[in-house]
């Protein structure tokens, strides 16, 4: 049957409307996305296929465009609007856990706010998050996007985001695609090399951590700083 032969209120869409999102399952709201069904079944029956076959919402989410387009009756738009939606969900769960925090006193409370962003990257990327001198969250600032093994960081690009935004301590981070949250002997060195700097600019450098899936290493807690 075709969605359109449903009762209005069993439609996707309006079911919706009427009841609220919360009142429909993951096949509707993933029908919701990819708008159309394909030769021989409704959209309702595609996302259902699409969900079973990649293992839920879960596992579904952290797929590459790519990956979702091997599903049939996938093609690249509607595996774009489903990258989409998944990545505006991550951004807007990580943004409410960090205008949520009113201070940083844990490299869990970092790890939280990242761990959304950067699960599922497939580069590695460089931040400095710069605190206040109550610990809170000024600014979060992205220095660099690598490979998928190495990111480029030089000390004067964390510093000059950390001075312009007159940061009294500073947070490095970066994800490991990898997802080995092991620290390397690169990662070590570039540590040392960043608080030897924040020494003599007076600016601390708190911690330095790695997300890797949903995991993460804290190098303060390993006592690497």
Do not use: W
Request: charged share 25%; proline share 4%.
């Amino acid at each position: 049957m075709k969605v359109k032969e449903l009762p209005i209120d069993d439609r996707p869409r309006e079911k919706l409307i009427m009841r609220g999102a919360q009142s429909l399952t993951d096949a509707e709201l993933i029908a919701i996305l990819l708008r159309t069904g394909t030769k021989g079944k409704s959209v309702i029956q595609l996302a259902q296929e699409l969900i079973q076959k990649t293992g839920g919402l879960n596992y579904l989410s952290s797929q590459t465009i790519e990956a979702i387009k091997k599903n049939p009756g996938i093609k690249k738009d509607k595996a774009a609007t489903l990258i989409a939606a998944f990545e505006i969900s991550r951004r807007t769960d990580a943004q409410k856990k960090l205008f949520s925090l009113k201070k940083i006193t844990s490299p869990s409370d970092i790890a939280e706010i990242f761990i959304p962003l950067l699960r599922d990257n497939v580069k590695e990327e460089f931040y400095v998050v710069c605190l206040n001198s109550a610990n809170k969250i000024k600014k979060i600032e992205r220095i660099s996007v690598g490979t998928l093994n190495s990111s480029v960081v030089q000390p004067r690009e964390v510093f000059k985001t950390a001075i312009e935004n007159d940061s009294a301590n500073i947070i490095l981070l970066h994800n490991h695609p990898s997802g080995n949250t092991e620290p390397s002997s690169e990662d070590i060195s570039l540590t040392k090399k960043m608080v030897e700097a924040g020494k003599l600019l007076e600016i601390n450098v708190f911690d330095h951590i790695i997300i890797a899936g949903n995991n993460y290493t804290s190098l303060v807690e390993r006592r690497i700083i």
